[in-house]
């Protein structure tokens, strides 16, 4: 049987959100454009008409000047115009921006891998199951375009004590609902409660999209050990220096704001940081890190690879189960 097709933690990162931006952008200035040139054709015509009507033979009444839009005024049109487009970005960025956060993937792995479901508020959701008996547990919360299951052999590799619990988002792997932040904050909540009967001992691992869930469940949960793997002090300070020309402090819904509830974690904290990570900048990374309690997390950076490929470091395991 062919191994599970491995899903990357994230889409390519801010190239295709930049992309997607762009093609938005320039379909409301087309749309704009149009709209302006059709204007102006409409007043060119007026013009022509009045031009023919005032010198008409039929007309006894003298020519009078036709005056024409001062400057101020065109000033005023085009600044009106500039509003326009702005607002109509900012309208787009508000109504678009978590199909700009948020990729659901299905679930890849067959039904020989063990799943079951969670009911929770306004949600029926899956989770990837490796069942053991025993205190030790992992709840694995994934990036924004990944599929968990497919992260199910390495997680195996590195937590072989454990029983294992892979969530997939609202709307991803056959989960039902819709993701927001405050809805995958309290999808994470109610897992680890569900888990902690059973295994007393958890530790939880977030990946990318996942760490911002993971710190916030860290910050309000009996955490055993913390693992961020690529993670960001917050999507609101990265979507910031991406757009710095829109206000996305008003704009944004989901900040995903690790750095406020880093300070709330006590649990050991590893922070995997990509040395060529293409997504999350490397200031957001070791900002995240300073947010920490003195002590509490250890930086690692692992050499040679990027965002999607960390996990194919030599020590990518050993480095999760805190062997390293």
Request: glycine share 8%; aromatic share 8%.
């Amino acid at each position: 049987m062919p191994p599970p097709r491995r899903a990357w933690s994230t889409p390519p990162g801010p190239a295709l959100v930049l992309v997607l931006v762009l093609v938005l952008v320039l379909v409301l200035v087309l749309v704009l454009v149009l709209v302006l040139v059709l204007v102006l054709v409409l007043v060119l015509v007026l013009v022509l008409v009045l031009v023919l009507v005032r010198s008409s033979p039929s007309s006894s009444r003298p020519l009078e000047p036709i005056s024409m839009p001062s400057f101020p005024r065109s000033l005023a049109v085009a600044l009106g115009v500039g509003a326009l487009v702005y607002v109509a970005l900012c309208a787009a960025l508000w109504g678009f921006q978590r199909s700009l956060i948020y990729f659901p993937q299905p679930r890849s792995a067959g039904p020989q891998v063990p799943s079951f479901g969670l009911a929770v508020p306004g949600a029926q959701l899956v989770v990837t199951h490796r069942p053991r008996p025993g205190a030790p547990a992992l709840v694995y919360f994934g990036g924004n375009a990944e599929d968990v299951s497919a992260s199910l052999p390495e997680l195996e590799t590195a937590f072989a004590g454990h029983a294992l619990y892979l969530l997939h988002y609202r709307g991803y792997g056959g989960s039902t609902g819709q993701p927001t932040q405050d809805a995958l904050f309290a999808d994470a909540a109610a897992l680890f409660d569900h888990v902690h009967v059973q295994h007393p001992n958890v530790t939880v691992v977030g990946r990318s999209l996942g760490t911002g869930v993971a710190v916030h469940l860290a910050s309000q949960r009996p955490v055993q050990r913390l693992v961020l793997v690529t993670p960001y002090d917050s999507i609101l300070g990265i979507a910031s220096a991406q757009f710095p020309f829109f206000p996305v402090r008003w704009l944004l819904r989901d900040p995903f704001d690790s750095g406020r509830y880093a300070p709330a974690v006590t649990a050991p904290t590893l922070v995997l940081m990509a040395q060529h990570d293409e997504v999350i900048p490397e200031a957001s990374t070791r900002l995240l890190h300073t947010r920490f309690a003195p002590g509490v997390a250890t930086l690692q950076v692992a050499d040679g690879v990027g965002h999607n490929s960390i996990s194919q470091h030599p020590a990518y395991a050993q480095w999760l189960a805190g062997l390293r």
